[in-house]
């Protein structure tokens, strides 16, 4: 997908029996797909996967112990090191390079994104909107903050405000389909009635070449969830890592369909199976542990409405 992937926290992959359960107790008939017998569609997991850049975060540690540094060359360095550990979803590590980052070079409008998406998904809504305003600041052009922005303004119902952010976001690509889904799904929530149309319109200028596009197509009723599946497979090697990338994607946007259609139940197993493929860096994953932790809340709120009304 476009680079909407950021900082998540780690994860831990359950087992599949766990996730079958789940789906045969919370998925209807009607998606069943997602079970064969005594599995789930989930991407194959390599311990060696991060090697690279766990080799990497030991070389610039080393760097940065032992090695004569200007204030320019450190802040880099930890800019670069808080980049890796956001990559394998070590949200506090990160946080922390980054926050050195800013002692150093107070103006770097990068880290400042960065910091905005953990006020973000921390619920610090004022804290994250402030670092995305500073962002703007430092850097008028600093496309991918629109998104972050709009996010901003989603999750706390401003759906107005996040369309201008989420359209200009569009606007910057209309063959890239992660853009025109949010546009959609934000649509959705203030004029449902001119969303659909709204999409199929910008689904004529969809590029083949991002997986969104068949999600897209799927949110129009073009392709049925088993469709989709079947075409992930040939989309890209089911044994490389772009699967479990495009996997995540593909739960996390059927998630929030399920979601938008009051099936909250059904939305739930499918963030959890966005998480369980470890894609630490995606926007979706990291909005899916988000949407479950806002889920979980909710629970949380109903189960102390009752217990005080006995």
């Given at each position: 997908?476009?680079?909407?992937?950021?900082?998540?926290?780690?994860?831990?992959?359950?087992?599949?029996?766990?996730?079958?359960?789940?789906?045969a107790?919370?998925?209807?008939?009607?998606?069943?797909?997602?079970?064969?017998?005594?599995?789930?569609?989930?991407?194959?997991?390599?311990?060696?996967?991060?090697?690279?850049?766990?080799?990497?975060?030991?070389?610039?540690?080393?760097?940065?112990?032992?090695?004569?540094?200007?204030?320019?060359?450190?802040?880099?360095?930890?800019?670069?090191?808080?980049?890796?550990?956001?990559?394998?979803?070590?949200?506090?590590?990160?946080?922390?390079?980054?926050?050195?980052?800013?002692?150093?070079?107070?103006?770097?409008?990068?880290?400042?994104?960065?910091?905005?998406?953990?006020?973000?998904?921390?619920?610090?809504?004022?804290?994250?909107?402030?670092?995305?305003?500073?962002?703007?600041?430092?850097?008028?052009?600093?496309?991918?903050?629109?998104?972050n922005?709009?996010?901003?303004?989603?999750?706390?119902?401003?759906?107005?405000?996040?369309?201008?952010?989420?359209?200009?976001?569009?606007q910057?690509?209309?063959?890239?389909?992660?853009?025109?889904?949010?546009?959609?799904?934000?649509?959705?929530?203030?004029?449902?009635?001119?969303?659909?149309?709204?999409?199929?319109?910008?689904?004529?200028?969809?590029?083949?070449?991002?997986?969104?596009?068949?999600?897209?197509?799927?949110?129009?009723?073009?392709?049925?969830?088993?469709?989709?599946?079947d075409?992930?497979?040939?989309?890209?090697?089911?044994?490389?890592?772009?699967?479990?990338?495009?996997?995540?994607?593909?739960?996390?946007?059927?998630?929030?369909?399920?979601?938008?259609?009051?099936?909250?139940s059904?939305?739930?197993?499918?963030f959890?199976?966005?998480?369980?493929?470890?894609?630490?860096?995606?926007?979706?994953?990291?909005?899916?542990?988000?949407e479950?932790?806002?889920?979980?809340?909710?629970?949380?709120?109903?189960?102390?409405?009752?217990?005080?009304?006995?």
């Open positions: 997908m476009i680079p909407l992937k950021w900082l998540v926290q780690t994860g831990k992959f359950l087992p599949s029996f766990f996730f079958t359960f789940l789906l107790s919370c998925v209807n008939n009607s998606s069943g797909v997602f079970v064969t017998k005594n599995k789930v569609i989930l991407a194959e997991q390599y311990p060696n996967v991060h090697f690279e850049q766990e080799v990497m975060i030991a070389r610039l540690s080393q760097m940065l112990i032992i090695g004569q540094l200007s204030k320019e060359e450190r802040a880099n360095l930890h800019f670069e090191r808080g980049v890796l550990y956001d990559s394998l979803g070590l949200w506090g590590l990160a946080r922390y390079d980054f926050t050195q980052t800013l002692a150093l070079q107070p103006k770097t409008a990068a880290v400042y994104n960065y910091l905005g998406l953990y006020s973000l998904l921390d619920e610090d809504y004022d804290s994250a909107l402030e670092a995305f305003n500073v962002v703007f600041e430092l850097d008028p052009n600093y496309e991918y903050t629109y998104l922005r709009g996010l901003d303004f989603y999750y706390t119902a401003r759906y107005n405000l996040a369309q201008q952010d989420f359209l200009k976001f569009y910057s690509d209309t063959t890239d389909p992660y853009r025109a889904l949010w546009l959609y799904l934000n649509e959705l929530k203030f004029k449902p009635n001119e969303a659909k149309q709204n999409l199929m319109q910008r689904a004529k200028q969809l590029s083949t070449d991002y997986w969104g596009t068949f999600v897209v197509q799927h949110y129009l009723g073009n392709l049925s969830v088993q469709d989709l599946l075409k992930a497979k040939n989309f890209v090697n089911p044994q490389s890592s772009q699967y479990a990338e495009i996997l995540t994607e593909t739960y996390f946007y059927l998630a929030k369909q399920k979601l938008n259609n009051g099936n909250v059904e939305a739930e197993t499918l959890k199976l966005a998480v369980a493929n470890q894609v630490y860096n995606f926007v979706e994953y990291r909005f899916a542990l988000f479950l932790a806002k889920l979980k809340n909710m629970d949380t709120s109903e189960t102390d409405v009752v217990a005080q009304q006995k």
